[in-house]
């Protein structure tokens, strides 16, 4: 109804998107209840087209009038907006037609905040259970739903529905100054899918306590070993690299690798939006566009950017299904599900033969450069001695430069879908470490 009143109203070309969410959380900290958070909101966003020229508006009324003012809105401005010469709907042909792919995004299990409650609780008491835990920042349990719908001006009207079950601890061990705090969490579609609770709570509380005592390191260059729950963070930097709107800026530091060989042979990433209850699963993007399986890498091969309408067009390429937007703005791209292969070493095989190195198990800041490419980032985990993990390290930092490091990756072969990135654990030679 939107799009039409835009289009009667002298818009060219329009979309509307649709979204709603409704959750409901409940955390606990030592034993009492701390907090009950419910939350329900709907909004809308409306791009129009003028010849080059491009708005969007979003509203949370969605009364008739209110809608009405919102395309008067977004029509004054798109005719006062600059000439973009690459904004544009998707192209026509390429949008999905027919029955869209059954994702099983949606659990009809009804959960009430008692069930949360106890879930909760349950986390928080198992990590508060392990030896050497002496407090807690709490223990938490979510559900949430979500709903969104696009429809276009030239022909695309879709939609779905999807849930999300959530479960968390947090506590420290030891005293005083010494103390050192971690955490644990899952997330899942369906909660028959979700981790125990008390599972979780006993890994956050084992993780707290493995971590007490860290030693200095001496400062040198050696190889490094991503934990699976870390390991995500580097192909995040990747797919940064690949989106299509950094590939127009010249922003990103493989601007000029398209097809190179970035990793080794043995190295394939891929981005499944089809896959069955995934994280970040869903049957079309946000330009309407179908998703579909696609190999980032390839064999260690660069295969292609991610593009929106707008950057493929700019580009002289086609969009490839990657577009994301929210109600507030022109589509940008993101990956969704992705993760790297797995290699045919255990975790136990790429250790052999450190004499020193580091397994990293927690990243600390932002100190990545996305036009060069250059890595320093803080780190905590475990000193890695004659192929065993030994004592707990922090306040430590690890640099190098992308390139370097995805030539030197090496995948082991204990893949499991936790995360919206998943990656197996990994190993890197020849990184920089300082230690604190």
């Given amino acids: 109804m939107l799009v039409e009143q835009a289009s009667a109203a002298g818009a060219d070309a329009a979309d509307a998107l649709y979204v709603c969410n409704a959750s409901t959380g409940v955390s606990v900290r030592l034993g009492e209840m701390e907090d009950v958070e419910q939350s329900e909101g ?9 010849g080059n020229r491009t708005a969007t508006v979003s509203a949370s009324d969605l009364a008739s009038d209110s809608l009405a003012a919102l395309v008067d809105r977004c029509l004054a401005m798109a005719r006062e907006a600059p000439e973009d010469p690459y904004a544009t709907l998707a192209p026509e042909d390429r949008l999905m037609r027919g029955k869209m792919p059954a994702l099983d995004l949606v ?4 959960v009430d905040p008692a069930e949360l409650k106890e879930r909760a609780m349950t986390a928080e008491d198992a990590a508060r259970s392990v030896p050497g835990i002496t407090n807690s920042e709490g223990g938490g349990a979510s559900m949430g739903r979500s709903q969104m719908a696009l429809a276009t001006s030239h022909g695309f009207v879709g939609g779905y529905a999807a849930t999300i ?8 061990a030891g005293e005083g100054g010494a103390m050192q705090r971690d955490h644990a969490s899952h997330s899942a579609r369906h909660l028959k899918d979700m981790e125990d609770a008390e599972h979780i709570g006993r890994r956050a509380g084992h993780r707290a306590v493995a971590r007490l005592g860290p030693q200095k390191v001496s400062s040198g260059v050696m190889p490094v070993i991503f934990d699976p729950r870390v390991g995500g963070s580097l192909i995040g930097h990747l797919i940064g690299a690949l989106a299509g709107p950094a590939i127009t800026r010249r922003s990103s530091f493989l601007l000029d690798d398209l097809g190179a060989q970035l990793f080794d042979s043995g190295v394939t990433i891929i981005d499944d939006p089809l896959r069955k209850a995934g994280l970040r699963s869903r049957p079309f993007d946000g330009e ?3 998703t579909r399986r696609t190999a980032l890498i390839d064999q260690g091969v660069l295969t292609g950017w991610l593009l929106d309408s707008a950057s493929a067009r700019q580009l002289g390429m086609e969009p490839t299904g990657h577009a994301s937007r929210g109600t507030g703005g022109s589509p940008g791209v993101a990956a969704t599900n992705v993760h790297i292969e797995p290699g045919s070493a255990t975790p136990g095989d790429l250790m052999k033969g450190i004499e020193r190195g580091i397994y990293v198990t927690e990243l600390i800041g932002m ?4 036009v060069t490419g250059d890595y320093s980032r803080g780190a905590s985990g475990f000193l890695i001695e004659n192929g065993a993990v030994g004592p707990a390290v922090s306040e430590i930092t690890i640099a190098g430069s992308l390139k370097d490091m995805f030539v030197a990756m090496v995948p082991a072969n204990d893949l499991a879908f936790r995360y919206a990135i998943n990656t ?5 030679d ?4 300082a230690g604190g």
């Fill in 42 to 50: 709907e909004e809308i966003g409306l791009r129009i087209f003028v």
């Fill in 107 to 110: 659990d009809d299990s009804e």
């Fill in 165 to 172: 079950h959530g479960t968390w601890a947090s506590v420290l």
């Fill in 288 to 290: 309407g566009l179908p």
């Fill in 367 to 370: 100190g990545v450069n996305p």
């Fill in 424 to 428: 197996p654990t990994l190993r890197i």
């Fill in 430 to 433: 020849g990184m920089t470490v």
